[in-house]
């Protein structure tokens, strides 16, 4: 890699970085605010999407490992933009839910709610953990250096998958008490 190249992906990386903490602060100031005097109906229905989002996004990850361990470089670069737009649309979706301030809150009397607070906590963190790294993979696996999108997505892969499938489980698990 020549210094104009080196120069370009420092360039990206820090964009990535910046980009990643700008979307972590906005999600951070959103879920400080006040309840809203009135929740939208559509807003009602976003943790089910954003749940359906995640629960997608997990299934397609399986099925674009399973296609790159085949070779199917085609078909798995197809459900890895799929993931990646599924997760635009996650975001969208969860950043306007926090814009409304609703909060729903586990019972602190129900027996499961340590192991909900486990999931949710690592969910939280390896979701903050993994943005950046998920953008790094997918630009190295944009450009076509293969050698060091394989790296990065040691990491970013499972963690993707885990927060995925804990999204869906959170939801199943905090659903009942939604309040709104």
Known sequence: MNEQDRKKEKQIFSAIMVFSVVVLGVIVVLSRLP???YIPEFV???????ATVNGTTALLLLVSFWFIRRKNIAMHKKLNIACFVLSGFFLVSYVTWHSFGVETKFPSDHPLRTLYLVILV???ILAAVVF???????YLGLTNQVKRHRKVVRWSFPMW???AITGVVVYFMISPYYQF
Do not use: E, T
């Open 161 to 163: 998958l885990y927060v």
């Open 122 to 124: 690592s969910h939280i």
């Open 35 to 37: 309840r809203a005097d």
């Open 44 to 50: 009602k229905l976003l943790p089910g999407f954003n």
């Open 132 to 138: 950046p790294i998920v953008l790094m993979s997918f």
